[in-house]
C-alpha cells in the first residue's frame, strides 16, 4: 500500500513559481509510473504531466509544456513539480498519482493509476 501526500501549493502572483512535492511511504516508487493532475472548479480532473516507470520518460499537456517539469528523487522516495511563469489558469487543486505497472511509456489516463494523494490547492493571481 502506498500512500501519497502532496505538500508546496499555495498563492502566487501569475509569472510566480511554485514546486510541488508529493512524498511517497510504504513500498519505493522508484519504478512506478508518477504524474500530476490538477482539477480546476467546475472541470473535470485533467493530466498535467508524467513520468514512465521505467526509461525516464517524460510528458506534458500542452498548456504547461515549457513552463513545468517533472521529476523524481528516488533517495527520498517523492516526486515534484517545478511550475513556473505560472499563469490564473493553472489555478486548481493539484494531485500526485503513482501506477504500479511500470511501464516504459507515460501513462495519462486516469483510470490507470492506483495511487492518489489528497492534493494541493494552487492559486495563481492575476
Known amino acids: 500500500q502506498v500512500q501519497l501526500v502532496e505538500s508546496g501549493g499555495g498563492l502566487v502572483q501569475a509569472g510566480g513559481s511554485l514546486r510541488l512535492s508529493c512524498a511517497a511511504s510504504?513500498?519505493?516508487?522508484?519504478?512506478?509510473?508518477l504524474a500530476w493532475f490538477r482539477q480546476a472548479p467546475g472541470k473535470e480532473r485533467e493530466f498535467v504531466a508524467g513520468m514512465s516507470g521505467s526509461g525516464g520518460r517524460t510528458s506534458y499537456a500542452d498548456s504547461v509544456k515549457g513552463r513545468f517539469t517533472i521529476s523524481r528523487d528516488n533517495a527520498k522516495n517523492t516526486v515534484h513539480l517545478q511550475m513556473n511563469s505560472l499563469k490564473p489558469e493553472d489555478t486548481a487543486v493539484y494531485y500526485c498519482?503513482?501506477?504500479?505497472?511500470?511501464?516504459?511509456?507515460?501513462?495519462?489516463?486516469?483510470?490507470?493509476?492506483?495511487?492518489w494523494g489528497q492534493g494541493t490547492q494552487v492559486t495563481v493571481s492575476s
Open positions: 510504504g513500498p519505493t516508487i522508484s519504478r512506478y509510473g
Open positions: 498519482a503513482a501506477d504500479t505497472s511500470g511501464t516504459w511509456y507515460v501513462v495519462t489516463r486516469q483510470y490507470e493509476y492506483d495511487y
